[in-house]
């Protein structure tokens, strides 16, 4: 092969991998540590820079010095910061590599072939380089001054997994007994910093909020002191997303707050929150945190998890009928007032009450009467719960 036909595969090669890396942090194990949100561009950046500093390699021959590798490695030190593990960090680098071969090979041609076949130990060697760079770094950060922060994400990542944190932990991290457990994830469509929420929460209360990585979002636990009730911690969190400075564009997020519990059922306090978050999403005001006086309703028939799948009868009742299915919702939107329901739908008052009546008798539930709209209102929670994916399994979400 003539260099010039070597540089031509080079290229193409190159600009391959490029594309696939649009959707690539799809494919990829998902750090568990930390939120995807907080690190989808981030990861998908550290692809492009190992991408094309592999090609150049590829291309020289030389591999990489350390100040070349440095960009990289910073991403990967900023999700050691944010709680990840350095294992899982070079491994989701490994399954990177893997994902971006894989995908480029099965399409190549004869010339692209033989090139990624001679550039296989080059490959390994640059990997080894990147890698091992990462694991150095990783492992000077945790000798750092940061150290107490990380133990401090240790502690508050044992305690959500339900395990006692080490004996060594617990000696530069003291607990209290009980814990209210906030969890926050960024809204839909919406760039939220995640990391700089953890920052503003960690700094508010001089480190007595321990608050770790979440695959979802962020985990924040706080104190159940008497004066630190549902609506101390859900301002606490509005602060958080506030950044200083006039006109400085606050984070805005979905988030829910536990009931106090103690320490050994913040798993399930967790849950709690999560559901919170669920519920304020679909039928709160979808922004900011919740607790459970702010969504009392849909969290009673939420968490009433023996009930759903009689609720779910009602609703699947109607599903071949989405006309009456529509006009149900949209009378109980009007709390019950067929003239406005009418208007809505603009269609005349009895054709309200006639597609009211075909609901009742195919659902077995008078939408009209107090106990059957009480039940396709339950019934419609559920609904949206499960079809969004987030209905609650048989576990109870309270202690």
């Known amino acids: 092969m003539t260099p010039a036909v070597r540089e031509a595969a080079v290229a193409r090669l190159h600009k391959r991998a490029r594309a696939v890396i649009s959707g690539f942090s799809t494919d990829l194990p998902r750090y568990e540590r930390a939120p995807t949100s907080m690190v989808e561009r981030e990861v998908v950046a550290g692809v492009h820079l190992n991408v094309d500093l592999f090609v150049r390699t590829l291309v020289t021959g030389v591999q990489p010095t350390e100040a070349e590798m440095a960009p990289i490695v910073a991403i990967a030190v900023q999700r050691h910061a944010d709680g990840v593990a350095a294992g899982e960090i070079v491994a989701t680098y490994q399954a990177g ?56 994400q240790a502690v508050a990542q044992a305690l959500i997994d339900g395990r006692e944190p080490a004996e060594t932990d617990l000696r530069q991290v003291p607990l209290t007994d009980r814990y ?16 700089a929420i953890a920052y503003h929460l960690r700094d508010d209360s001089s480190g007595e909020v321990l608050v770790a990585g979440h695959a979802e979002g962020l985990v924040a636990l706080f104190p159940a002191h008497d004066d630190a009730g549902p609506v101390v911690v859900c301002d606490a969190l509005r602060r958080s997303g506030t950044p200083p400075g006039v006109g400085a564009r606050p984070n805005r997020f979905v988030g829910g707050v536990s009931d106090p519990m103690p320490r050994r059922s913040i798993p399930t306090a967790l849950r709690q929150a999560r559901l919170l978050a669920d519920l304020t ?13 702010d969504v009392l309703f849909p969290y009673l028939v939420a968490t009433q998890t023996a009930l759903h799948a009689r609720l779910l009868d009602v609703v699947d ?26 208007r ?35 019934a419609r929670i559920v609904a949206a719960l499960r079809d969004a994916g987030r209905l609650p399994d048989g576990a109870r979400t309270d202690d």
């Open 97 to 152: 590599a893997d994902l971006i071969w894989t995908a480029i090979i099965a399409d190549a041609d004869p010339q692209e072939t033989a090139v990624l076949l001679e550039s296989a130990s080059s490959l390994m060697r640059y990997l080894m380089a990147v890698t091992s760079r990462i694991a150095d770094a990783c492992g000077d950060r945790h000798g750092s001054a940061n150290d107490r922060e990380l133990t401090r």
């Open 180 to 195: 209210r457990v906030a969890f926050v994830r960024a809204r839909p469509t919406e760039t939220t910093d995640l990391r």
């Open 281 to 293: 999403t679909l039928f709160g005001d979808g922004d900011g945190p919740a607790h459970v006086g």
């Open 317 to 342: 009742a109607l599903s071949a009928a989405p006309v009456l299915a529509e006009t149900v919702a949209v009378y109980l939107d009007c709390a019950g007032n067929q003239l406005a329901a009418a």
């Open 344 to 378: 809505m739908l603009n269609v005349h008052r009895n054709t309200v009450g006639y597609r009211l009546m075909k609901a009742a008798e195919l659902s077995g539930h008078d939408p009209t009467s107090p106990h059957g709209g009480r039940v396709h209102a339950s």
